[in-house]
């Protein structure tokens, strides 16, 4: 199970399609660029797979793989989750997609809170519960604004327990 970087949330920014196109295609060519580049991005920061899963071996394989073609290059930059891309849009590993809620990107669309369940949510309706914050990038430390007039603060646990509190 994996959580695709796409959500209707996430239309207020632009994911990173460009960038992985670029990685891609560094990697492993243009022609493969090309060909996974139809597919949104999976992030590899909350997922679940058996420890029997072929998955293991596989990805383990593939990160081989890239860091062998990386060994003389300094150009060559890479996450774990480009390697697991590829198997999945190459179908050598199926997946069952998480929904955004259990992967929240904050990079691509900053969460509502709910002052009276004190809760995280999506900011559209039905403005489910978060299960999952992921703070990816520059939205580690990023400060955010909390509703009309509201303080600023971050999304990093402490930050939002702090404001919880209050």
Not at 70 to 83: C, E, I, K, T, W
Not at 123 to 147: C, V
Request: aromatic share 12%; net charge positive.
């Amino acid at each position: 199970m994996h959580a695709p970087e796409l959500d209707p949330n996430y239309f207020v920014s632009t994911p990173p399609r460009d960038y992985f196109y670029g990685v891609y295609a560094s990697i492993y060519g243009n022609e493969e660029a090309q060909r996974s580049h139809g597919f949104s991005m999976l992030n590899s920061g909350v997922f679940a797979a058996r420890a029997s899963s072929p998955l293991w071996r596989l990805w383990r394989d593939a990160l081989a793989d890239v860091r062998e073609r990386a060994r003389d290059r300094n150009d060559l930059y890479f996450s774990d989750q480009v390697p697991l891309h590829r198997l999945i849009v190459s179908g050598q590993v199926s997946v069952c997609p998480l929904r955004s809620v259990n992967n929240w990107l904050v990079g691509f669309c900053p969460p509502a809170i709910d002052p009276q369940r004190k809760r995280l949510i999506a900011p559209s309706f039905p403005h489910e519960e978060l299960n999952i914050i992921h703070l990816i990038g520059p939205s580690k430390d990023a400060l955010y604004r909390m509703g009309e007039g509201g303080r600023q603060t971050t999304f990093r646990y402490r930050d939002i327990k702090a404001l919880f509190a209050g």
